[in-house]
C-alpha cells in the first residue's frame, strides 16, 4: 500500500494530518511504515466524552499517539479554555497508556525534517520503527542516511584532489563502519591503524561484514598474516607497524588508502613516523573529538580539511544516539586533601580517599535506586579501584567483573574472555580501568557509572559516548556522576554538557532550578542542592561583578588583611611588582641562556620583548616565589618548572597551553604554608 491509497482508504483526514504524512511520517518509513500507523483511533475521556486521537501506532516495545495541532480541531475553544481543553486531553492520552508526541501544522510545513528529527527521538529504543541504526529497514550492512551523506563528500572531496581529512563524528555513530564502507567504495590496498589490540579485532569483524571480499590481514605484536604484503586491507596496531623494522616491510606508497582511528592521538611520535614514512593518495583520520590535552590542533595534520562533523548533541537531536539522563551526586569526598599536579588528581591519593567503606555503599545505593538491572561500565580511578567495586558488588548480588590493562591480573587471553562474556551479558557491570574509553562498543549498555574524577573534556566525551549508542529496546542511558567538595573541573560540567549557567543575581531563578536541568534534546541533567551550591560559588568568584556576601568569611577577614598589611609591610609589595606571566617567562628565558648576565645586559634583552619589564632582574621577584627559578650556589637558574613550561609553548606565547601549571605554582604557596 502506497501514501495515496492509505489517504484515499481514510476519507475523515484532516488537511494537517495529510501533511503529516506526506511529509513526515512517510519520508522516513516508506510503505514499511503505513502498515504501523492506524489514523482516527477512538478513545473515551475521562469525563465520559467521546474523543479521537489522530495517529496510534502499535510495536511490541511501546504505543504511541501523534497529535498533528491545526488550532481548529478536537472541539477547542479560543484563548484560555482552549489551553486548557488541549491539556486535558493531553492526560487523558497519556493515562490510556500511550507516548504522546504533538506536531504543530506551521512546523511541519515550515520545517518538516524538525519533526523527522523528533520522531526519530521517539522511536529510538524501538527495534521495529528506528530504522536508523537498528537495520530493521536499512540492513546492517548497507550505510545509514547520514553516513551516506558523509560517504558522498568524503567521494568529491577525494575527486577535488584533496590528499589529507578528517571525519568527526559523535562517538556511537559508526566510524568503523563509514570507513569500510568508503574503502570498498575505493578499492585500494588500505591500511586501518588503530592503538588498541581489542579495537583492531572488532575493526576488522566490521570490515569482514561490509567488504568480506576482500584479502585482508593483521600485523600486530600478537599475530602477523603471513604474505601480508599482498592483502587487500591490512589492519595493523601503531605500537607494531611504527617500529622500523616493521614499517619497511611495505614501501612508501604500498598503500593508496590510509584511515587512522581515533586520529586525535596523530601528534605522538609513533604516529609521525607512519605519516611521515607512506605515501598514499588519501589519508584520512577519524575521531570523536580532536581536541587534544596538550591542546595542540589535531586538524593541521590532516591539511585543516573537516569532510563531514556530527557533534554529540547534534546525533541526539537527531537520534542517532539515545537520550542521556545525568545525575551528579555529591560523593562527600574533599578533594582539597588530594594532591594535584594541574593536570591530574595524584592516584596514591585518590585510592586512599575514594576506595572506603561509606563511598562504596554510596555508589551501590544510588546505583539501584537509578539503575537497577541496568547492563552498566564503571568507569574506576585504578586498577585496584576496578578490582575492588566488582567485589564489592558481587558480594551484595550483582554480578560484576573487572576489565583493566594489568597483565599480571589479568591477561590478555583472560580479558578479551571476560570482555566477550560482558557482551554477551554473562555479568551486569564491568568496572573498568585504562580501558573502553575508546573504539569498544557495547550498544546496549544502559547505564554508566563515573567514579573517578573528570579531568578533561575529552576523557568526558570518551565516556559518556559508551552509552549512548543505540540498541533495541534501549530508550536512554543513565549517567551517575559523583562529584566530590572541591573537584577540579567539575563546574565545567554544565559546560560540557551545554547547560547555562543560572544567573545567580535572580535569587529566585537560581531557586527553580536547584533539582534539575532539562536541556532541549529531551536530555535531562540533574544535580543535587550541594553541587548547585558549589557551582554558585564558583560562579560568584569568577563573575567580573563579584558578590561578596557568596565568598565565606573567613576568606573576607583574610582579604581585608592581606589588603591592610600590604599598605604597610615590605613583604607584601610584592604586588606592586611585575605581574605579567609573560614578562617573567621571557625574562627566564634569557637567565637560562646567560645565567651570568649582568643587570643592564639583562635590560637591554628583554627590552627587544616585552617593556612591561622595567626593573632589571629584580623584576623577577614573582618568578621565585612561584618556583620558576631557583637558587643554586649563589646564582639563580631556572627550574624543572620552567622548563616543562618552554617545552609545551617554547614561545610563550599561548597562555592556554601552560596555564594549569602556572596555577599549580600559586596554589603550592597556599597548601605548603598551610594558609
Known amino acids: ?110 520545517n518538516a525534517q524538525k519533526c523527522i528529527n523528533q520522531l526519530y527521538q521517539a522511536f529510538v529504543g524501538d527495534e521495529e520503527l528506528n530504522i536508523q541504526a537498528l537495520g530493521k529497514y536499512y540492513g546492517r550492512i548497507k550505510p545509514y542516511p547520514f553516513q551516506k551523506q558523509a560517504l558522498d563528500k568524503l567521494e568529491k572531496f577525494r575527486s577535488d584532489g584533496n590528499k589529507k581529512g578528517m571525519i568527526i563524528h559523535a562517538t556511537g555513530l559508526g566510524k568503523t563502519y563509514l570507513s569500510a564502507f568508503d574503502a570498498k567504495k575505493y578499492n585500494k590496498k588500505t591500511l586501518f591503524i588503530v592503538h588498541l589490540n581489542d579495537v583492531l579485532i572488532q575493526t576488522y569483524e566490521s570490515y569482514e561484514e561490509v567488504w568480506p571480499e576482500s584479502s585482508k590481514g593483521i600485523y600486530n605484536g600478537e599475530e602477523k598474516t603471513k604474505d601480508i604484503v599482498n592483502k587487500n586491507v591490512v589492519f595493523a596496531s601503531i605500537q607494531t607497524l611504527s617500529k622500523k623494522i616493521n614499517l619497511e616491510i611495505f614501501s612508501k606508497n604500498h598503500f593508496e588508502y590510509i584511515i587512522i582511528d581515533e586520529s586525535h592521538h596523530s601528534k ?43 557533534t554529540t548533541q547534534d546525533a541526539i537531536d537527531k537520534g542517532y544516539l539515545v537520550p542521556f539522563k545525568y545525575i551528579v551526586l555529591d560523593d562527600d569526598v574533599d578533594y582539597n586533601n588530594i594532591k594535584w599536579n594541574g593536570f591530574k588528581y595524584n592516584q596514591q591519593d585518590l585510592n586512599t580517599l575514594l576506595m572506603i567503606e561509606k563511598r562504596d555503599d554510596a555508589i551501590l545505593r544510588a546505583y539501584r535506586h537509578h539503575c537497577e538491572n541496568r547492563k552498566t561500565i564503571g568507569f574506576c580511578v585504578s586498577i585496584e ?35 566477550e562474556g560482558f557482551r554477551n551479558s554473562e555479568f551486569q557491570i564491568a568496572f573498568v580501568r585504562d580501558v573502553f574509553n575508546e573504539g569498544i562498543d557495547f550498544p546496549d ?53 551545554e547547560i547555562e549557567k543560572p544567573d545567580i543575581t535572580e535569587e529566585t531563578q537560581l531557586e527553580l532550578k536547584l533539582e534539575y536541568y532539562y536541556d532541549n534534546n529531551n536530555c535531562e541533567v540533574h544535580f543535587t542542592k550541594t553541587i548547585l551550591d558549589h557551582f554558585a560559588r564558583v560562579d560568584a568568584v569568577s563573575s567580573p561583578h563579584v558578590r561578596i556576601d557568596k565568598i565565606s568569611e573567613e576568606w573576607r577577614e583574610y582579604g581585608n ?39 643592564d ?7 627587544k620583548f616585552t617593556s612591561e619589564m622595567t626593573a632589571g632582574k629584580r623584576g623577577l621577584f614573582l618568578s621565585k616565589i612561584i618556583g620558576l627559578l631557583k637558587k643554586d650556589s649563589n646564582r639563580w637558574v631556572v627550574s624543572e618548572v620552567f622548563k616543562e613550561i618552554k617545552t609545551i609553548d617554547k614561545t610563550f606565547s599561548n597562555f592556554d597551553l601552560y596555564k594549569d601549571i602556572i596555577t599549580l605554582q600559586f596554589e603550592k604557596i597556599f597548601y605548603f604554608n598551610n594558609i
Open 268 to 310: 605522538s611520535p609513533t604516529y609521525n613516523k607512519i605519516l611521515e614514512y607512506f605515501s598514499p593518495k588519501f589519508f584520512l583520520g577519524l575521531t570523536a573529538t580532536p581536541l587534544r590535552t596538550d591542546g595542540f590542533n589535531v586538524k593541521k595534520l590532516y591539511d585543516e580539511n573537516i569532510i563531514d562533523e556530527i
Open 385 to 419: 579501584h576496578a578490582e575492588r567495586m566488582a567485589v564489592f558488588f558481587n558480594k551484595n548480588g550483582i554480578k560484576s567483573k573487572a576489565i583493566h590493562s594489568d597483565v599480571n591480573l589479568l591477561d590478555r587471553d583472560e580479558r578479551k574472555l571476560i570482555t
Open 1 to 110: 500500500m502506497n501514501l495515496e491509497q492509505y489517504i484515499s482508504g481514510n476519507p475523515s483526514l484532516r488537511y494537517s494530518e495529510k501533511l503529516f504524512l506526506k511529509f513526515v511520517f512517510y519520508p522516513m518509513f516508506g510503505e514499511y511504515g503505513l502498515n504501523y500507523i492506524t489514523s482516527g483511533k477512538h478513545i473515551k475521556r475521562s469525563n465520559g466524552k467521546d474523543a479521537y486521537i489522530d495517529f496510534t501506532i502499535k510495536t511490541a516495545f511501546s504505543h504511541y499517539a501523534i497529535e498533528v495541532d491545526d488550532y481548529g480541531t478536537h472541539g477547542a475553544n479560543i484563548g484560555r479554555n482552549r489551553f486548557e481543553e488541549h491539556e486535558l486531553r493531553q492526560n487523558d492520552i497519556v493515562n490510556l497508556g500511550y507516548k504522546l508526541y504533538r506536531f504543530s501544522l506551521d512546523t511541519i510545513r515550515d
Open 601 to 607: 645586559d639583562f635590560k637591554n634583552e628583554i627590552a
Open 445 to 497: 549498555v544502559e547505564s554508566l557509572l563515573f567514579l573517578r574524577p573528570t579531568e578533561s573534556k575529552i576523557i568526558f566525551t570518551q565516556q559518556l559516548g559508551r552509552g549512548l549508542r543505540l540498541s533495541a529496546r534501549k530508550s536512554e542511558v543513565v549517567v551517575l556522576d559523583f562529584v566530590g567538595q572541591n573537584q577540579k573541573n567539575s563546574e565545567k560540567i554544565r559546560d560540557w554538557l
Open 561 to 599: 588583611f592581606i589588603e591592610e598589611r600590604s599598605k604597610t609591610n615590605q613583604f607584601f609589595k610584592v604586588g606592586n611588582q611585575n605581574k605579567d606571566i609573560y614578562s617573567q617567562l621571557v625574562g627566564c628565558n634569557i637567565i637560562s641562556q646567560n645565567p651570568s648576565i649582568n643587570d
